[in-house]
């Protein structure tokens, strides 16, 4: 099984936070997607998303639960509406996704 986290910021201090885990992270053995400095997608914040799959989810997802962010955590199936529903988890606060930005993406996958 494969995951993603997305790891949001809402100010330069939390910005400063979640650019340090990057290094960690791939120390971990994640793959680090880009960094979005301002909303993207259905995501309400600034965030880059971070693969890993299931041989280091717990240890991956165990030192981002170390951390002040607000971290999305969800499965891949590639089925990204429910992924980010139905298989999402959060550490953190919970905010809430443009799930319309969602569907269309979906409809237009097809």
Not at 34 to 51: A, D, K, L, R, S
Not at 85 to 90: D, K, L, M, N
Request: net charge negative; with cysteine.
């Amino acid at each position: 099984m494969y995951y993603h986290a997305h790891v949001y910021w809402q100010n330069e201090s939390q910005r400063f936070e979640a650019l340090h885990l990057r290094q960690p992270l791939q120390e971990l053995g994640c793959h680090l997607g880009t960094i979005h400095e301002h909303p993207f997608g259905p995501h309400p914040f600034p965030m880059y998303q971070v693969n890993y799959n299931s041989n280091i989810a717990e240890e991956v997802e165990e030192f981002l639960s170390k951390t002040k962010l607000d971290i999305l955590l969800h499965e891949d199936t590639g089925d990204d509406l429910r992924d980010h529903t139905e298989g999402a988890r959060w550490i953190g606060h919970k905010h809430k996704l443009d799930l319309e930005w969602l569907e269309e993406y979906t409809r237009n996958k097809k």
